[in-house]
């Protein structure tokens, strides 16, 4: 059974930074692309940022930009995303997600596998 587990999401004041981790089980997604996706209340979930299998390819949303890094260490089959510069819009639940393709696709239906998620709440 196929599981990504989040953690290290949290409550944190404006301007701070915080370092989500993912944890991949059950198959190796070392040749597959990982990403980020978040969804804040009221809102639909959306992409926040990817990187193809070797870490030679990433693509982020235009909001977080220059703030967010998305990073993988396929030997643990893990995937981060470190977040600088939280503000208020970046509340949100973030998901882990993987594809079994070999690109980066930034629509949420071509995540086949998705985590429970993490909560991520930033006070201004």
């Known amino acids: 059974q196929v599981q990504l587990v989040e953690s290290g999401g949290g409550l944190v004041q404006a301007g701070a930074s915080l370092r989500l981790s993912c944890a991949a089980s059950?198959?190796?997604?070392?040749?597959?692309?990982m990403g980020w996706f978040r969804q804040a209340p009221g809102k639909e979930r959306e992409f926040v940022a990817a990187?193809?299998?070797?870490?030679?390819?990433?693509t982020y949303a235009d909001s977080v930009k220059g703030r967010f890094i998305i990073s993988r260490d396929n030997a643990k089959n893990q995937v981060y995303l470190q977040m600088n510069s939280l503000n208020a819009e970046d509340t949100a639940v973030y998901y882990c997600?993987?594809?079994?393709?070999?690109?980066?696709?930034?629509?949420?239906?071509?995540?086949?596998?998705w985590g429970q998620g993490t909560q991520v709440t930033v006070s201004s």
């Open positions: 990187i193809n299998w070797n870490s030679g390819s990433t």
């Open positions: 997600v993987a594809r079994r393709g070999s690109n980066i696709v930034i629509l949420t239906t071509a995540w086949e596998y």
């Open positions: 059950g198959r190796t997604f070392s040749r597959s692309p």
